[in-house]
Structure formats: C-alpha cells, structure tokens
C-alpha cells in the first residue's frame, strides 16, 4: 500500500476519553473510533505513509507483531476511506498531479 492517507479537513473530530467521535456534516455519517483508532487517526498528517503509521504504532506497542498491527491499520484506514472520513494522496516524492514537478507548487494536490 503505497499511498498517503491524509484526514478531510471538513470532518468533525470529537475526543472522549476512550476514543473518539468523527462526524461528517454533509451526510451526516457518524462513526465512533476506541482508543487505538483515534491514535491512528491523530498520526495521520503530510507523512503519513502506512509504513510510518506502522513504525510509530510498533514503538507504542512493542508486544504487537509488525504483520498484526500493518494488518489493523490497514484495514482501519480502509474503513476511514471507504467513509470519506480520510483522503489518499500521492506520496510526497512524486510529482505533482497538476504541474507534473517534483516541486511543491501549492496547489490542493502539492500540499
């Protein structure tokens, strides 16, 4: 899985003490997310390939098997997907899908 996952900005996020809330306003589409979906959503930014996503899970969870934890977030980011709750981009080494340079123009797609 070679693409970068990144949050919609237009989702509602909702921190509760065991997880957290993510509710998009246009549809209406509400889903509760426990404890280790809301770290895995908070570690989502502009680098958020699934191997980094896996490394910082494997720091925080050392007793967890590498496959075992690529698996979840794997599927758990499915899941966001699937529900418009995150959005996929291209991996910050290439190129834009706009200005085609290995440069980051500042349009929606360099960003």
């Known amino acids: 899985m070679y693409r970068r996952f990144l949050r919609n900005h237009r ?3 909702r921190e509760e ?4 809330f993510l509710f998009d306003p246009r ?13 895995i959503f908070l570690l989502l ?10 490394e910082a899970l494997r720091k ?7 496959k075992q934890i690529q698996t979840d977030v794997e599927t758990f980011l499915e899941q ?19 200005c085609v340079t ?6 929606f797609f360099c960003t």
């Open 80 to 98: 966001l997907l699937e529900n418009g709750f995150v959005f996929t981009g291209p991996m910050r080494t290439d190129p834009c899908l706009i």
């Open 102 to 107: 290995a440069i980051r123009c500042g349009l």
């Open 11 to 13: 989702i509602i996020y």
């Open 45 to 54: 930014s502009d680098d958020s390939e699934l191997n980094r996503l896996v």
């Open 17 to 20: 003490t065991d997880g957290a």
């Open 60 to 66: 925080r969870y050392p007793e967890a098997s590498e």
């Open 27 to 39: 549809d209406g589409n509400l889903k509760y997310m426990n404890r280790i979906g809301k770290e």
